[in-house]
């Protein structure tokens, strides 16, 4: 058998393995070797067909009807046998036996079915090797001269065996060559795709690990088209504004606050909103309540993502929780002024005595010289305390944003949270303030300081009675007063009302809970904003607090 050429998958001589139910590509060599086959059978059929109307006597020349009867047997046979389990060195039989049919067509006819001829030779050119060919195209020669002999010899026998001859060669070895050029072509194509798809898998795993470590951060990120879709969001993200993932364009159920307890913020000032406009900010705070009925201090930053090709740009919202740092943060500041002002006390009283006792004359020398060196360590802590608690309190101020906010916001929405507890005790709260009343200073922290004298107003005025809110500009300031007819604060207490941990005795003897440390937060806030607090009080009748800030622009 003649040999064969490397063929391409969809060819007649597949050798690809046969799966188990003789399907994919084994199906696809069937169906290849049908369609070779019945063009041929079609196209003899055809002509016998047209034979019969025009010249039926060439039935009777047996070689004619023994050439019709190999193909349409050849046919039948290609239907019949399952190709799949044929070695590919047995698919060259189908072309050479079509060869033979054709040849019994020519003998002894004087019509010209040489033409036929092409379709076993194109079969045999596309899909074998070269040897192969010429082993066809010598059969065709031999068909030739033996039909020559029987006629009779004459010129045109050569000319004939000439002109057949030459068509069918170039025929032959122009299919020939395109084949090989298009196998060639479909192997490079197969490379090519390999290539590609081993770049397409390690980018997928890129892809996929890069997900898989964004997904293991504590840090919230999305990243945003400029038409505000959500090309990408990480677990943490998701988790923290309760977003739904099958549909991510929904708000989350998460709500964000301009401060702790204060206004939700607008929509368009929300940081998914901003920086899907491309807004570009660094560590801007936000408070976020979320689905538990817990609230986390957000530190939001945006950074601006270089578009790659065919890439839109956006923007990458990155999210941390700062809750825990800002937690600490203010208990080590309250750590800081209760060390500092409890150690302050004993201090002074060490240093007292000491130099008290260092004002005696009788004093033998080395006991003089030990309370000289208790003195000077006393002095040396008292100092040290001093630089932690300065140190704490130009912290506390480095981080109060002076920016011009409205007082009035701050005392409508301190008032509207405490009003659930204000009536269930049966206290009056009312505000007399103009709509609008700008000052100078941290919205976050002045909202703190109202709570702790709203809180404590209405915590310790007893049922039926008021508390009176009113603020008022003046040259350079704003003025807020809050008066409550409450239990009120002893005389001798009054001075000590900022300590730490310091209860009154009428807030102890009236068994209302406290922790003893809102005033003196509520001193330490007023004092970073550079204003100055005023408590008046009269036990049984009432307390006022008047606070004093630095007014905003327009006041």
Not at 63 to 91: D, K, M, Q
Not at 131 to 142: C, N, S, T
Not at 451 to 467: F, R
């Amino acid at each position: 058998m003649a040999a064969v050429n490397s063929l391409p998958a969809t060819s007649p001589a597949d050798t690809a393995p046969d799966g188990p139910d003789g399907g994919g590509l084994a199906d696809n060599r069937t169906r290849s070797i049908w369609l070779l086959q019945l063009v041929l059978a079609a196209s003899v059929v055809v002509t016998v067909l047209v034979v019969q109307a025009l010249e039926p006597a060439l039935f009777g020349v047996w070689t004619f009807s023994t050439g019709v009867a190999i193909i349409i047997a050849l046919t039948a046979a290609c239907l019949a046998v399952p190709w799949r389990r044929v070695p590919r060195e047995y698919i060259a039989l189908v072309p050479f036996g079509d060869l033979i049919g054709v040849s019994f067509l020519v003998l002894q006819s004087d019509l010209q079915f040489g033409f036929f001829w092409v379709f076993p030779i194109t079969w045999i050119a596309t899909y074998f090797a070269l040897p192969a060919l010429l082993g066809a195209l010598a059969m065709v020669a031999g068909v030739i001269i033996l039909d020559g002999t029987l006629t009779g010899p004459g010129t045109h026998d050569v000319v004939r065996l000439m002109v057949v001859l030459l068509a069918l060669t170039f025929i032959g070895l122009t299919t020939y060559l395109a084949a090989r050029q298009s196998r060639a072509f479909r192997q490079l194509l197969r490379r090519q795709a390999g290539r590609l798809q081993g770049t397409l898998a390690r980018v997928s795993g890129q892809e996929r690990r890069v997900s898989q470590m964004l997904n293991g951060l504590d840090t919230g990120i999305a990243r945003l088209s400029r038409a505000g879709e959500v090309l990408a969001l990480n677990d943490t993200y998701v988790s923290l504004y309760a977003i739904d993932r099958d549909d991510p364009k929904r708000p989350g159920r998460s709500v964000e606050y301009s401060a702790l307890r204060g206004d939700p913020l607008p929509e368009l000032d929300r940081p998914f909103a901003r920086a899907a406009r491309g807004e570009l900010f660094e560590d801007e705070r936000v408070w976020l309540f979320d689905t538990d009925g817990e609230w986390h201090a957000l530190s939001v930053s945006t950074r601006r993502l270089t578009p790659a090709g065919d890439e839109p740009e956006s923007t990458l919202l990155i999210v941390h929780d700062v809750t825990a740092l800002i937690e600490a943060e203010r208990a080590r500041e309250r750590l800081a002024a209760v060390v500092s002002h409890e150690l302050r006390n004993p201090l002074t009283a060490i240093m007292g005595h000491a130099e008290l006792a260092l004002e005696s004359d009788q004093l033998p020398a080395k006991t003089r010289e030990q309370l000289e060196v208790i003195d000077s360590a006393a002095e040396r802590m008292q100092t040290l305390i001093s630089e932690i608690l300065a140190g704490s309190r130009a912290e506390a101020r480095d981080h109060t944003d002076a920016s011009s906010i409205d007082i009035r916001r701050i005392l409508d929405a301190s008032v509207e949270s405490f009003r659930p507890a204000a009536d269930g005790r049966r206290v009056r709260v009312s505000v007399d303030a103009p709509p609008s009343l700008e000052v100078r200073g941290d919205a976050f922290r002045l909202r703190q300081a109202v709570d702790n004298v709203l809180s404590n107003a209405i915590k310790y005025t007893p049922g039926g009675g008021s508390v009176r809110i009113s603020a008022r500009a003046e040259v350079g300031h704003v003025v807020v007063v809050v008066t409550d007819t409450g239990i009120g604060i002893a005389a001798d207490e009054l001075p000590r009302i900022f300590d730490p941990y310091f209860r009154a005795r009428t807030a102890r003897e009236s068994s209302t809970p406290g922790t003893g440390l809102g005033m003196g937060i509520l001193r330490t806030i007023i004092e970073e904003h550079r204003g100055t607090l005023h408590l008046e009080s009269e036990q049984g009748t009432g307390t006022t607090v008047t606070i004093t800030l630095p007014a905003g622009r327009g006041e």
